[in-house]
């Protein structure tokens, strides 16, 4: 069972903020999905280094999501977002933050869950 809520605008920034903060290290999958691109993996399986939305400049308003190892990071930018929702479980920890664009285009960031990492680590390979 899911929870979906909406972030309003005007909380993104502390709320991607503290997200950042909580969510650093996490591994993540980030996924585009779009009319006219179809379903693309942007990200597959990195630590998360930082969410945040531009403060400045002719990019103001981005959304930037930072992924990678020190050295091998990039940053996945979308230009124009008009909504973030954050898709919950029961206990409240967050599984895919879902942010979709002026072009209906949606970057889907997926919370790899700690219990299935730490069980595939732990197993035999």
Known sequence: ????????????ADYLLLLSTIERDQQVRIQAEGPALGDQT????LPLVDISVEEKGSDAGAIEVTVGRPGEEFTHRIPRPEHVWAEESDSGELECLDIEDADHVKTLIYFESRELLEEASASPA
């Open 1 to 12: 069972m899911h929870h979906t809520r909406e972030i309003p605008r005007e909380g993104w």
């Open 42 to 45: 942007v990200a597959w399986n």
